[in-house]
């Protein structure tokens, strides 16, 4: 099953990076049909075929995830997407 593991440091407060990550999980949600939700300084998503986390500390955004067999082929655009969204955010 692929997967996803993308971190990134940031110099931001944790409210700040999590509205980051709000902002990113809400276009990839809309873009792929992603529901998520907080528990925490954690945002879970999931969705048929995909599911994972994204952890905010102080200092790191760290993005795990676990796609099926068709959104794998999908892997090179989703992590793109993830990547761009969270550069811009925490920029």
Known sequence: ????????????????????????????GKKFGIESAWQGNTLHFERPGASGKIHVTEKEVHVTAELGFLLGALKPLIEKEIQGHLDKGLA
């Not at 990134?8 to 990076?17: C, F, I, P, Q, T």
């Open 1 to 28: 099953m692929p997967s996803i593991d993308i971190r990134r440091k940031h110099h931001h407060s944790l409210k700040e990076a999590k509205a980051a990550v709000k902002k990113t999980a809400a276009a990839i």
